[in-house]
C-alpha cells in the first residue's frame, strides 16, 4: 500500500507564511511528479505547484514569486512554502503523486487526505 500523508496546514494572518509538507510512504520503487493542488469552498480543484523528479518546477500565476515547492528524493518527500499569504489561499490544500509501486507492480497517481489552509485578513 501506498499512501501520502500531508503536515502543516493551519491559520495565519494575511501577510504571513506557511510551510507544507507530503510524505509518500509503503512499497515504493519511485517518485515521479509531486505536486500540489487546493480547493476552496465551492471552487474546483487547481493546481497550485508541481515538480518533477528533475527538479523542474510549474506555478500559476495566482502564487508565482509567493509559493516555492521543492522535494527531497531520498525522503520521498515534496513541500509547499508559502509565503506572503492573502485571504484568497484560503482551502484544503491536497498533495498529489506519480508513484512506481513495486508490490505490486504498477504506477499509480495518488492524493493526500488534505490539509486545511486559512489566512485571515
Known amino acids: 500500500q501506498v499512501q501520502l500523508v500531508e503536515s502543516g496546514g493551519g491559520l495565519v494572518q494575511a501577510g504571513g507564511s506557511l510551510r507544507l509538507s507530503c510524505a509518500a510512504s509503503?512499497?515504493?520503487?519511485?517518485?515521479?511528479?509531486m505536486g500540489w493542488y487546493r480547493q476552496a469552498p465551492g471552487k474546483q480543484r487547481e493546481l497550485v505547484a508541481s515538480?518533477?523528479?528533475?527538479?523542474?518546477?510549474n506555478y500559476p500565476d495566482s502564487v508565482k514569486g509567493r509559493f516555492t515547492i521543492s522535494r527531497d528524493n531520498a525522503k520521498n518527500t515534496v513541500y509547499l512554502q508559502m509565503n506572503s499569504l492573502k485571504p484568497e489561499d484560503t482551502a484544503v490544500y491536497y498533495c498529489?503523486?506519480?508513484?512506481?509501486?513495486?508490490?505490486?507492480?504498477?504506477?499509480?497517481?495518488?492524493w493526500g487526505q488534505g490539509t486545511l489552509v486559512t489566512v485571515s485578513s
Open positions: 509503503g512499497s515504493i520503487s519511485r517518485v515521479n511528479a
Open positions: 498529489n503523486a506519480e508513484v512506481e509501486s513495486y508490490r505490486p507492480v504498477r504506477t499509480l497517481g495518488i
Open positions: 515538480i518533477i523528479s528533475g527538479g523542474s518546477t
